[in-house]
């Protein structure tokens, strides 16, 4: 029987999907990891479960990031030494791509059972370097509303970036951060230098709805298998964030987003202490009926700002029209619009600062 158009349609556009998708990792620097997604495009072909899921995708692939899901499971595969097949292809020795795509068909033959399950979930992409971003938007925001902030994470994850307040940046320059840190963020900056000044996190917390405890081992090595293995220095950041949460676990929340924001909102404010929505890399994953239920919560919550008490947003998310990730900031009261302060690369290495 004739494949019917609708079909025809669909598998196009998971394959236009998995092709984007390569060719996004491929941009940002991660070559073999490219040749690893495009591998997907035979593997859903195989009789196994988790490529039949693959090929009958119902979802977003994009929005859902769903070749990075399954690439996660084989890097996994990798990482605790149970099939290290893929080791010379993320080593750039193994460019063949017939060879690759080859290598990841007996993988899904061999090990359905385990890597159909990582289809479940969005990829946990816990990044300690995006949190540049948020420090930049920071110290904009000091300059505005007073140095003093209290932070609330959505999306959390981990709790990788919930733990800033305890990283050293180096921002062009401008320093924040305690100077002894093992987590030292130094992106590539790009434009002017963001405003130096003073900024003090008196308080942090998040929330997620399957949040990461990183002194769990295998719960570390889960967060460890979404990392493109090219990047050697989101590896050390991620070794670097385990050491901190070891000493002092992040105060993370098992909640949905649009339920936590309005109870951090309803949380006592300090005078002279701006609160703060952060969240990196993250909306696109939250349902737009929740999207639209925190933004609702935001602008009321922003409505009963004062000057003594401000609050604000931050967000560095992807543009979803020029899939560039923009570094986006509000608060309340007096600068309710969106402002974008510039775009940066999606783990941090650099930012582009038109702040």
């Known amino acids: 029987m004739a494949e019917q158009p609708h079909a025809v349609m669909h598998m196009r556009s998971i394959t236009d999907g998995i092709v984007w998708q390569a ?9 073999c990891t490219g040749r690893v ?6 593997a859903m072909k195989t009789d196994t479960a988790t490529g039949r899921r693959m090929a009958g995708w119902q979802g977003l692939l994009l929005e859902d990031a769903m070749p ?16 290290t097949r893929l080791e010379p292809v993320y080593a750039g020795l193994l460019t063949d791509q017939t060879q690759i795509d080859a290598i990841v ?4 033959e061999k090990w359905d059972t385990r890597l159909l399950p990582w289809l479940d979930g969005p990829p946990q992409t816990n990044e300690a370097g995006r949190s540049a971003s948020i420090m930049a938007g920071l110290l904009w925001l000091s300059q505005r509303l007073g140095p003093k902030f209290g932070l609330n994470e959505i999306g959390a994850s981990a709790g990788v970036n919930t733990m800033m307040d305890r990283y050293h940046y180096d921002l062009a320059g401008v320093q924040a951060g305690p100077v002894d840190s093992p987590m030292q963020i130094k992106p590539e900056w790009r434009g002017d230098a963001p405003p130096a000044g003073k900024v003090e996190i008196v308080s942090i917390w998040g929330c997620d709805q399957s949040p990461i405890d990183l002194s769990d081992p295998a719960a570390a090595q889960k967060l460890k298998s979404y990392v493109w293995p090219e990047a050697r220095e989101r590896m050390a950041r991620i070794e670097a964030a385990i050491a901190l949460a070891s000493e002092q676990r992040p105060e993370l929340v098992k909640m949905d987003a649009a339920e936590w924001v309005p109870l951090a909102l309803a949380e006592p404010q300090l005078p002279g202490v701006t609160r703060v929505l952060f969240h990196s890399i993250v909306w696109q994953y939250i349902p737009k009926p929740s999207r639209a239920a925190i933004t609702a919560a935001m602008e009321a919550a922003g409505a009963q700002a004062t000057a003594d008490r401000p609050l604000a947003w931050i967000m560095l998310e992807t543009n979803r ?26 783990h941090g290495a650099w930012v582009d600062w038109a702040g």
């Open 23 to 31: 060719e996004h990792a491929e941009k940002a620097g991660a070559t």
């Open 37 to 42: 997604i495009r591998a997907l495009l035979a």
């Open 68 to 83: 990075l899901r399954v690439t996660g499971g084989l890097h996994n595969l990798l990482i605790t030494g149970d099939d």
């Open 105 to 108: 068909c007996d993988m899904f």
């Open 321 to 346: 029209e020029t899939f560039k990730h923009e570094l986006r900031v509000r608060f309340w009261p007096g600068g309710e619009e969106w402002q974008l302060l510039g775009e940066a690369h999606p």
